[in-house]
C-alpha cells in the first residue's frame, strides 16, 4: 500500500500531539484528517473511510478503547493503533483483545509512529497479494479435480488414473495414509463412471465395524439368523447393485470375510447371513488400505490370493508432506468451506500463519488440515488468521516467526498498582533491553561508525545518537571521557 493509498485518521484531545502526528505523517505522503475527541472522529470516519485510525487511549466523551469498538463494528479491516500517557498492562490486553493492530506508549520515540504504519501497509500489501494470487489459482486447471485440491505431478497422476480407469470394470485399490481423501478418489472414480455415475455409490469403512456385525453389515441377514435379527435386511453390496462400494480399510477383515469377498470379486456371488440363496450382484469394487498390503500378506493376516485380486489398478495417493506446494490450494478452498459451513465472512490467512500450515508435517494429512483450518476460523478474532490464531499444537511442532506484539504483552507481568513488591514492568520497559542491545550489537558490527549502524537499522543518524543518549551509551570516541545516564522516562 502505497502512502497515498493509505489514508489515516488521527483523534487525540491534545492538539500538540495531533498537530506533532499530522505533520510527521504528511511528509511522509500520507493522506492525513485530524478530530479532536471520539465521536467527532467517528462521525469523521462515518463520512470518510480510513484504513488505519490513530486514537488516544484517555479522552473525555468517548475512550479510545470505546471508539475501537465503534470503529471494528463499521470496518472490521480498520487498523487501529492506541497512544496513551497512561498506559497500563491492563489496558495494552483489553486493546489487543478488542482488535487494537498495536499499543504504543508517549511520549513517542522517533519514527515509532511510522515504523507501525509501514508494518500496516506492508501486512495489506500482502494481503492484496496474496488474494491475487489465490483468484488466479481459482482461474488456473487442474487445481480441482472432482472434489480434489492439488496441482502437485504426484496428485495429477492420481486425476489421469481415475479418468482411465473410470468406465472400466477393474476393481481398484488406493493405498494411502490416514487422512489424505482415499474416499474423495473412490467417489471420482464413481462419478467419472458414465455407466454408474447415476446407481448408488455406498461406502463402508470396515475398521468402524465390530467384526461380529461387519458380515451382516456387508452381506445382509435373514430373519433368525442370529439373536436380534428379528427381520431380513440387505446387505450394503445389494445396495450397491448397479453402482459402486467402496470398503476402506480393507485390511481389517477377518479371513472368513476375505474368502466371502473375494468369492464376490471373482463372479459376483454371495449369500445373506444365515441364508442359501445365492445372490449375483453387479457392483463396482473400490477398495482402500492405510497398510502396505505385501507386509500384511507376508505376516499373515491378509490371504495372497485376494490381494492379487484386488491389485488390478493401484492409485497411491501421496500425503501432504510430500507435496507441500498444494497447501496453499488446499488452505483457500478450506477457508471458502469453513467460512460457508460456519456461517462467517471468508478471512484471510496471513502470510506469517501459511509459512507455518507449509511447514508442518501433517501427520494426519488433509483431514487435519481442514480441521485446523476450521479450528482457526472459529478462534480468529477478525477478518484475518495470524500465526497465533492457529492450533497450538501446529505451532509448537514449527519454528515460529519472532513474537508478535499481542504475543510480547500477555507474557508481561502485570503493574501492581498496591506496591506490594511484585515483579511489574511497563511494556516501554519491557521492550528497552532488546533494543539497546541490538544498538549495541549494529555499533560494534559497523566498528562503531554511528552513520553505518544507523543505515543498518534502518533509522537516520540523529534518531540514532538520541536512543544512544538515552540508553546511556557513550559515542566510541568518548566512552572514557563521558557517561550519559540512562533516561528514566523509557
Not at 240 to 259: C, S, Y
Amino acid at each position: 500500500m502505497q502512502p497515498e493509498q493509505a489514508r489515516i485518521l488521527i483523534v487525540d484531545d491534545d492538539p500538540l500531539i495531533r498537530a506533532s502526528l499530522y505533520e510527521e505523517l504528511c511528509r511522509e505522503g500520507y493522506s492525513v484528517a485530524m478530530a479532536a475527541d471520539g465521536p467527532e472522529g467517528l462521525r469523521y470516519f462515518e463520512q470518510t473511510p480510513c484504513s488505519i485510525v490513530i486514537t488516544d487511549l484517555k479522552m473525555p466523551r468517548m475512550d479510545g478503547l470505546q471508539l475501537l469498538q465503534a470503529l471494528r463494528q463499521k470496518s472490521p479491516n480498520v487498523a487501529v493503533i492506541l497512544l496513551t500517557g497512561f498506559g497500563t498492562i491492563e489496558s495494552a490486553v483489553a486493546a489487543m483483545k478488542q482488535g487494537a493492530y498495536d499499543y504504543v506508549a508517549k511520549p513517542l520515540a522517533d519514527g515509532e509512529i511510522l515504523h507501525v504504519i509501514r508494518r500496516i501497509c506492508h501486512e495489506r500489501d500482502l494481503l492484496a497479494e496474496n488474494e491475487n494470487l489465490r483468484r488466479k489459482l481459482a482461474a488456473s486447471l487442474p487445481d480441482r479435480f472432482q472434489g480434489m485440491v492439488g496441482r502437485h505431478p504426484s496428485m495429477r497422476k492420481v486425476y489421469t488414473t481415475i479418468e482411465a480407469v473410470a468406465s472400466t470394470k477393474a476393481t481398484v485399490l488406493i493405498r494411502g495414509e490416514s487422512g489424505t481423501g482415499k474416499g474423495l478418489i473412490a467417489r471420482a472414480i464413481h462419478d467419472c463412471d458414465m455407466n454408474r455415475k447415476d446407481k448408488p455409490f455406498v461406502e463402508v469403512s470396515c475398521g468402524a465395524l465390530p467384526e461380529t456385525m461387519l458380515e451382516s453389515e456387508l452381506f445382509g441377514h435373514v430373519r433368525g439368523s442370529f439373536t436380534g435379527a428379528i427381520r431380513d435386511r440387505m446387505g450394503r453390496f445389494e445396495l450397491a447393485h448397479g453402482g459402486t462400494i467402496f470398503l476402506d480399510e480393507i485390511d481389517t477383515l477377518t479371513p472368513a470375510l476375505q474368502v466371502k469377498l473375494l468369492r464376490v470379486l471373482q463372479n459376483g456371488q454371495f449369500e445373506r447371513v444365515g441364508d442359501t440363496k445365492t445372490f449375483q450382484m453387479d457392483v463396482r469394487v473400490i477398495v482402500a488400505m492405510n497398510r502396505d498390503p505385501e507386509a500384511a500378506v507376508k505376516a499373515g493376516t491378509f490371504r495372497e490370493d485376494l490381494y492379487y485380486r484386488l491389485n488390478v489398478v493401484t492409485i497411491f495417493v501421496p500425503p501432504l508432506r510430500e507435496r507441500r506446494e498444494d497447501i496453499p490450494l488446499l488452505v483457500d478452498h478450506f477457508l471458502g468451506l469453513s467460512a460457508t459451513r460456519l456461517g462467517r465472512r471468508r478471512p484471510q490467512m496471513m502470510p506469517s500463519a501459511l509459512d507455518i500450515l507449509t511447514v508442518y508435517d501433517w501427520p494426519g494429512n488433509v483431514r487435519e488440515l481442514e480441521n485446523a483450518i476450521e479450528q482457526s476460523v472459529v478462534l480468529s478474532r477478525g477478518n484475518s488468521i495470524a500465526h497465533e490464531d492457529l492450533p497450538e499444537r501446529i505451532r509448537r511442532a514449527v519454528n515460529t516467526p519472532a513474537p508478535t506484539i499481542h504475543q510480547i504483552v500477555n507474557s508481561l507481568h502485570v503493574e501492581d498498582p498496591a506496591g506490594n513488591g511484585h515483579s511489574a514492568r511497563t511494556l516501554r520497559h519491557s521492550l528497552a533491553e532488546p533494543e539497546r542491545q541490538l544498538i549495541l550489537n549494529a555499533l560494534e558490527a559497523a566498528g562503531w561508525n554511528c552513520q553505518k549502524a544507523a543505515t543498518a537499522l534502518g533509522i537516520n543518524r540523529a534518531t540514532l545518537y538520541n536512543k544512544m543518549k538515552r540508553y546511556g551509551i557513550p559515542p566510541k570516541s568518548r566512552q572514557r571521557a563521558v557517561r550519559w545516564p540512562a533516561s528514566r522516562t523509557l
